[in-house]
Every structure is written in C-alpha cells, then in structure tokens.
C-alpha cells in the first residue's frame, strides 16, 4: 500500500511536505500552548514567520489546501488545509474531508514534493470520530495513488495511535 501509518511527531518527519490541519482563517490562536497538530507545526516551524505566510493566503474554503515555505522545519513545504468539523456525518463532512487530502496530495504533486506527511485531518478539535477519519484517508489515498506516485505518511500521536491500534 502506498501509505505508512506511523506514530511520530509530525514536525519532525524529515518530508518534502507536512500537511497542517487548519482552520479556514490559517490561524494559529495558542503561540505558546496547546492547538493539536496546528499549534505544534507553528511552534515548530517559527510562529510569526509562518503566521505571516499564512495571512497572505488566507481565508481558505474547507477541504482547500495552499501551501507555505516550513521555515525551521526538517521538510521543505507545509500544505495547510481545512478540514471539516464533524456534524453527524449529515452534512457532506466525508466529501469534505476527501477534498483535503487529494487538494493536498494534488499541490504537492504540483510542486515537485516526492513524499508528503499527514496527520488524521479533523480528528482533534474537529471531533470526526478517529476511525472513520482514518477510513477516509487510507481510501482516498489509495484511490489517488492509482494514477500518481508519492511517499505517502499518515502520522498518528498519541491517543489517536493507540485508538486506531
């Protein structure tokens, strides 16, 4: 299969690309504690110089993906995307989320990356439930890999790693 499910910090995956799971106004509101995977990827690549890269592009639709220098970070881009806060599974919250993932693979595809690192967009705070989540990723990944060719790292911590295994 073309995707490794790994527990490992995502800030340190040493990728052409990290996917940040973001908010459609590309913010990071906890600099200094807290804000999941968001908040780890801006504490990690430099706050201000990344939240001023961020400003530039935002707001993004959610299921969008652009995409920012990694600063400080070991990998060379990082793909921000906003995934979609789970409502019941009612209200087009799959197709949102398979949005992220092929918007995402699609710009590092176009931008030369040749392996890429995800965590398991809108798990977190979003709340979509961890295993459906990870569902929608490995399909949409697979589905993607048929026509393209990447590195592909799902990066799971903590609770979420030991939910899934």
């Known amino acids: 299969m073309p995707l490794d499910i790994i527990s490992k910090d995502i800030t340190k995956m040493e990728v052409d690309a990290i996917v940040n799971a973001a908010n459609t106004e590309l913010r990071n509101y906890a600099p200094r504690q807290g804000g999941g995977v968001c908040g780890a990827i801006f504490r990690a690549a430099g706050h201000e110089q990344l939240q001023a890269a961020c400003d530039k592009l935002a707001p993004i639709e959610t299921g969008q993906a652009v995409i920012t220098s990694a600063f400080t970070l070991p990998a060379k881009y990082i793909i921000h995307t906003a995934g979609p806060v789970w409502l019941g599974g009612h209200h087009g919250e799959k197709a949102l989320l398979r949005s992220c ?24 705070i979003y709340k979509y439930p961890t295993n459906q989540a990870l569902d929608v990723a490995r399909n949409t990944i697979k589905e993607w890999f048929v026509n393209n060719n990447m590195i592909i790292y799902l990066c799971l911590f903590g609770d979420s790693f030991k939910e899934v295994f």
Do not use: R
Request: aromatic share 8%; with cysteine.
């Open 101 to 124: 993932y092929i918007n995402s693979l699609n710009l590092a595809k176009e931008n030369s990356c040749e392996s890429i690192a995800f965590p398991l967009i809108s798990s977190g």
